[in-house]
């Protein structure tokens, strides 16, 4: 009997965040040592707790959660995502235009497999959360990155993004505010997608899960609140904004003309109710958390602990010569610059695997977001600020004649 392959779709898979160095930080646990892990945006292993409300709407509910409920979701949680969705400004929709899924990562599937034929083309940023590129290649079809300008604040290229579209392009992924980038998108940005968007015919998903967590005085604008006439999946959850990421409670909202998507809409369904529902329990969070808007505010206003470890962060990467970079306004994320000549680096996971084994700090290099050059990474600005602040401080020490060329970090 001949040796099982890997299908050829999973090629072009990858999942830095807890890939290969991740498995060697496992290791290394195993022997007894320390590691940082500031790969992943998991705020309940650093601290962050189950809001009030959610406890209280958890309560004595063992049995509402043994029963399948609709495919598409329960109903009251449902309705509270409408309500939710429209109070951002989302025009046109009720609860039957709302897809509860285990996560946004089950949900961009069930957004991607009924809309791709083999090589269609989905235009996907880059710096950007390798959820959307590997769900594209699994879905049949192929990711095209356009770039997100470090120089403009890490705001789409438009010109790029118009120079990308093709006869067999099918849709524009925005992730807003972005992953790994940390960077909010201003309303101007988002119309002139839309424009391009309306221009050939295209969808829109955008990604939106952090948009509760913002900071800086500044307002998260939903992309599908600008413009009614262009399809759109507007995806979000309660993973990020109320710390819930083991809940798995995330959503798709479908908007703009029924008519483009009436036949789409029926391979959703097709996917929904193959996989019966959600996570029923978990459900059952939803209205409590969306009524809870003091959570996530508490976390982003100054004094609250995004706030301050975003703070922290910033001010040690200040003092690192060598990094440069753009101050994140939402999430919890930051996505620093390595002056590539000063350290010869050639290879970011070379780079970051030398930082592991040496701070016992583990990241995850710009490769793993998609990013073209060698030249980045991305911290998740989770741990208490005294955490954080020491921890950048020993990737100074450590940058501070470091060289990739030198046999001391082969």
Same mark, same amino acid.
């Given at each position: 009997?001949?040796a099982?392959r890997k299908?050829?779709?999973?090629?072009?898979?990858?999942?830095?965040?807890?890939?290969?160095?991740?498995?060697e930080?496992?290791?290394?646990?195993?022997?007894?040592?320390?590691i940082?892990?500031?790969?992943?945006?998991?705020?309940?292993?650093?601290?962050?707790?189950?809001?009030?409300?959610?406890k209280?709407?958890?309560?004595d509910?063992?049995?509402?959660?043994?029963?399948?409920?609709?495919?598409?979701?329960?109903?009251?949680?449902?309705?509270?995502?409408?309500?939710?969705?429209k109070?951002?400004?989302?025009?046109?929709?009720d609860?039957?235009?709302?897809?509860?899924?285990?996560?946004?990562?089950?949900? !961009? =599937?069930? &957004?991607l *497999?009924?809309?791709?034929?083999?090589?269609?083309?989905?235009?996907?940023? #880059?710096? %950007?959360y390798? +959820?959307?590129?590997?769900?594209?290649?699994l879905?049949?079809?192929?990711?095209?990155?356009?770039?997100?300008?470090?120089?403009?604040?890490?705001?789409?290229?438009?010109?790029?993004?118009?120079?990308?579209?093709?006869?067999?392009?099918?849709?524009?992924?925005?992730?807003?505010?972005?992953?790994?980038?940390?960077?909010?998108?201003?309303?101007e940005?988002l119309l002139e997608?839309?424009?391009?968007?309306?221009e050939?015919?295209?969808?829109i998903?955008?990604?939106e899960i952090?948009?509760?967590?913002?900071?800086d005085?500044?307002?998260? !604008? =939903?992309? &599908?609140? *600008?413009?009614e006439?262009?399809?759109?999946v507007?995806?979000n959850?309660? #993973?990020? %904004?109320?710390? +819930?990421c083991g809940?798995?409670?995330?959503?798709?909202?479908?908007?703009?003309?029924?008519?483009?998507?009436?036949?789409?809409?029926?391979?959703?369904?097709?996917?929904t109710?193959?996989?019966?529902?959600?996570?029923?329990?978990?459900?059952?969070?939803?209205p409590?958390a969306?009524?809870d808007?003091?959570?996530?505010?508490?976390?982003?206003?100054?004094g609250?602990?995004?706030?301050?470890q975003?703070?922290?962060?910033?001010r040690?990467?200040?003092?690192?010569?060598?990094?440069?970079f753009?101050?994140?306004?939402?999430a919890f994320?930051?996505?620093?610059?390595?002056?590539?000549?000063?350290?010869g680096?050639?290879?970011?996971?070379?780079?970051?695997?030398?930082?592991?084994?040496?701070?016992?700090?583990?990241?995850?290099?710009?490769?793993?977001?998609?990013?073209?050059?060698?030249?980045h990474?991305?911290?998740?600005?989770?741990?208490?600020?005294?955490?954080?602040s020491?921890a950048?401080?020993?990737?100074?020490?450590?940058l501070?004649?470091?060289?990739?060329?030198?046999?001391k970090?082969?």
């Open positions: 009997m001949e099982f299908a050829k779709r999973m090629e072009h898979v990858h999942s830095d965040i807890r890939g290969p160095l991740y498995m930080a496992l290791e290394m646990q195993k022997k007894g040592m320390d940082l892990k500031l790969n992943t945006g998991n705020p309940a292993v650093f601290g962050f707790e189950v809001p009030e409300s959610v209280r709407a958890m309560e509910c063992a049995e509402e959660g043994m029963a399948y409920c609709d495919f598409r979701g329960r109903r009251d949680a449902r309705e509270a995502i409408c309500e939710y969705e109070s951002k400004g989302i025009k046109g929709i609860p039957d235009d709302i897809f509860i899924g285990n996560g946004v990562s089950e949900v !961009v =599937s069930f &957004a *497999l009924p809309l791709l034929n083999s090589a269609d083309e989905v235009l996907v940023p #880059s710096p %950007s390798s +959820l959307w590129g590997n769900s594209v290649c879905a049949g079809g192929r990711p095209v990155f356009y770039t997100c300008d470090e120089k403009a604040d890490w705001a789409p290229d438009l010109a790029d993004i118009k120079k990308k579209v093709t006869a067999r392009t099918k849709a524009i992924v925005i992730i807003n505010p972005n992953n790994p980038t940390g960077v909010l998108y201003q309303k940005i997608i839309i424009q391009v968007a309306r050939n015919g295209l969808m998903f955008s990604d952090y948009d509760r967590l913002v900071m005085g500044k307002q998260h !604008v =939903s992309t &599908a609140a *600008l413009a006439d262009v399809p759109m507007t995806m959850g309660l #993973s990020k %904004s109320h710390c +819930l809940y798995r409670c995330g959503w798709m909202v479908l908007s703009g003309p029924r008519a483009l998507t009436d036949e789409y809409r029926e391979g959703i369904v097709q996917m109710s193959m996989r019966l529902c959600a996570n029923a329990l978990a459900q059952v969070a939803i409590a969306l009524q808007m003091e959570t996530p505010a508490s976390m982003v206003r100054p609250g602990r995004l706030y301050e975003r703070e922290a962060a910033v040690e990467l200040q003092k690192i010569d060598g990094i440069s753009v101050k994140n306004d939402a994320y930051i996505f620093p610059r390595l002056d590539v000549r000063k350290f680096i050639t290879d970011d996971k070379k780079f970051a695997r030398d930082l592991l084994y040496n701070t016992h700090i583990l990241l995850v290099p710009g490769s793993g977001f998609d990013w073209h050059d060698p030249d990474f991305r911290i998740v600005m989770l741990p208490q600020a005294e955490v954080l020491d950048i401080r020993r990737m100074g020490t450590f501070d004649g470091y060289h990739q060329d030198w046999r970090y082969a």
